[in-house]
């Protein structure tokens, strides 16, 4: 063997060795690219689960306070309503009441008006049984007086005081009648 064929032969190996040791490294660069995307995704998908699962343990905590707080908001506005409620019975029943009260005096006073001179109870013990369920009617005022509105009522309690006054002193009395 001559040289020169020695070392074509030479250079064919290492040709083939080179060609080879490219593929082999090609190979095996695709496998280590393969294997750290692997590892880096499994690193990834692991911290991307702790975080995921940190996410949603603060997300159902902050969901639980605010359907709590929309639960006592929801508690504060029953409360608010059955207190207005029972408020606004309270208003009218005291409002009934003092209709009640001071529907008797006017239809008593209208009935005594009414009335034939000669079958009517004595004028003054009328005045004194008409007073006496004023007073009544000023008591059940100042009972439920916290839940009346003293700007609706006192105009119009002003008005019928006058008036029953006045239906007492004059209108009742024959002797200020003619005069």
């Known amino acids: 063997m001559t040289f020169i064929s020695i070392l074509t032969l030479i250079s064919q190996t290492l040709s083939v060795l080179l060609l080879l040791a490219a593929t082999l490294a090609f190979i095996f660069k695709r496998y280590i690219n393969e294997w750290i995307k692997t590892r880096f995704k499994i690193q990834l998908e692991k911290s991307n689960g702790d975080y995921k699962h940190k996410l949603l343990h603060e997300l159902e905590t902050y969901k639980g306070d605010i359907l709590r707080e929309l639960e006592e908001f929801k508690l504060g506005i029953d409360i608010r309503r059955n207190i207005a409620l029972q408020v606004s019975n ?90």
């Open 90 to 179: 309270s208003q009218l029943s005291a409002y009934q009441k003092l209709v009640s009260d001071y529907g008797i005096i006017v239809g008593e006073i209208h009935t005594y008006t009414l009335m034939d001179p000669k079958i009517r109870e004595d004028l003054n013990t009328f005045r004194l049984r008409i007073l006496s369920a004023d007073r009544a009617a000023r008591s059940t005022k100042d009972l439920y007086g916290l839940f009346l509105d003293p700007g609706k009522l006192q105009l119009p309690l002003a008005e019928l005081g006058r008036s029953i006054v006045s239906i007492l002193v004059t209108e009742l009395d024959p002797v200020r009648r003619l005069s």
